[in-house]
């Protein structure tokens, strides 16, 4: 009797035991279907069974259909909104409640180079802000402006950018928000307004100190010219003028260099004869007085001639590099002008063995208002702006212009002309 009994109840075990086996077998192509969302048949669940069972799989299946379209939807949706997006100029980027990108559009590497693998990065590892990232915290409070100008270090530079965020509906199942910024690059906007406000304070402190020196010496005459010692008085109209002259110079060049800049800088093109042309323009140097106790010599290659260039321009370039060399070079330097004919080019080399330039200064020399030394220039009635207009010039007529100095052995500017320039 007890022998039956356990029998019964061993056949019990092992049949229960063989459907509890089969439950976790169907459970388990359940979950495997779910994730490899597929839906499965009834014989992909061995050992289940029953009408419930049925039922389950096809509820189940029903489910698995409805999630892989909810997917395939958002993911062309996604991809539709990544093509629209890639097609903007500006950087969109969508981060997640956590600061995860979930989508960057092409822009963002034009702006951020470095930004090659954004999506699932986190902000902060993408782009180097704090500032960006007070602000994303503001957009997401609800507090931020509608646009902010924000510094970046990236690589060595400084980018500016000028940032719009607003939060949107999570685009994933998690209910949450989500925040959407787009990027427009001011950098340039922003070297140009600097390069303007720097312009304006050089010309500002340029007009100053002569303006205060004649307004002193004309106060002084003003007042005391009567009882004034004749010497003085000459002295100090010498001053007035020299001063005035220094205005005036720098009137012009200014006026000179906004022509050059502008839209129309009135270049009236000649074909002339090149070497003629200079050695004209050395012959009224050598006969000047300030020039007499430097030598000037040229060196003009005969297969050199015509070029196409406004004459009274390459007047200016070759002037204002002479008048520099006599300036900056004492008596007995020698003042060479040499001409080559380069392939597709004319070379002209102007080039003096004065003191040089430090090479610390030549990468600045053309820049506006830039001195190797402040006071040497101005008492030699220098405006700062010499070479500058000379690197206008040149790059008008389609040309290039460079400085090469060792110091102690004077400097060298090379100019080139194409033959044909462009229009
Ligand atoms: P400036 O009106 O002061 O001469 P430029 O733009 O013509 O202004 O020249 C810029 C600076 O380059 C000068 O102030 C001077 O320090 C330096 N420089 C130019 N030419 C020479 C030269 N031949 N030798 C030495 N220094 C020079």
Request: net charge negative; aromatic share 4%.
């Amino acid at each position: 009797m007890l022998e039956t009994l356990v029998v019964v109840l061993l056949v019990a075990l092992i049949v229960t035991g063989a459907k509890l086996a089969g439950h976790h077998r169907a459970l388990r192509s359940v979950r495997e279907a779910i994730d490899h969302r597929q839906p499965f048949l009834r014989k992909d669940a061995p050992g289940a069974s029953g009408r419930e069972w049925d039922r389950f799989c096809v509820t189940a299946n029903e489910l698995i259909e409805q999630i892989s379209a909810l997917e395939k939807t958002q993911t062309s949706q996604l991809t539709q909104l990544n093509v629209t997006l890639g097609s903007l100029k500006e950087a969109v980027l969508v981060v997640d409640h956590h600061n995860h990108i979930m989508l960057a559009n092409n822009s963002l590497q034009d702006i951020f180079p470095a930004a090659t693998q954004a999506i699932d990065e986190r902000l902060e590892v993408v782009l180097h802000s704090v500032e960006f990232l007070n602000y994303v915290e503001a957009v997401r409070n609800g507090e931020a402006q509608p646009h902010q100008e924000i510094e970046f270090a990236e690589l060595n530079e400084t980018r500016w950018v000028e940032v719009t965020g607003t939060t949107i509906p999570a685009l994933d199942s998690s209910n949450g928000q989500w925040v959407l910024f787009v990027l427009h690059d001011v950098t340039r906007q922003k070297a140009l307004e600097r390069v303007r406000k720097e312009f304006v304070a050089n010309v500002s402190h340029e007009l100053r100190t002569p303006l205060a020196v004649i307004k002193g010496y004309i106060e002084t005459l003003v007042e005391g010219h009567q009882e004034m010692d004749p010497i003085d008085r000459q002295r100090f109209l010498g001053t007035i003028q020299r001063h005035t002259d220094r205005l005036n110079s720098l009137l012009e060049d200014l006026l000179t260099l906004s022509r050059l800049e502008s839209v129309n800088p009135g270049l009236e093109r000649e074909s002339i004869e090149l070497r003629p042309h200079i050695a004209g323009i050395l012959e009224d140097y050598r006969s000047r007085p300030h020039a007499e106790d430097h030598v000037i010599v040229d060196d003009l290659d005969p297969a050199i001639d015509r070029l196409l260039v406004d004459p009274l321009k390459l007047n200016q370039v070759l002037s204002n590099l002479l008048d520099n060399a006599l300036k900056y070079t004492p008596p007995g330097t020698c003042i060479k002008v040499i001409g080559h004919l380069r392939a597709g080019e004319v070379e002209i080399r102007v080039s003096d063995n004065g003191p040089g330039i430090p090479s610390g200064d030549l990468p600045h020399i053309f820049e506006r208002f830039y001195r190797v030394e402040k006071g040497r220039s101005r008492e030699k009635g220098g405006t700062g702006l010499g070479l500058s207009i000379v690197k206008h010039i040149v790059q008008l007529h389609g040309g290039q212009v460079l400085a090469k100095s060792k110091p102690g052995e004077g400097v060298t500017f090379v100019l080139s002309f194409p033959l044909s320039p462009p229009h």
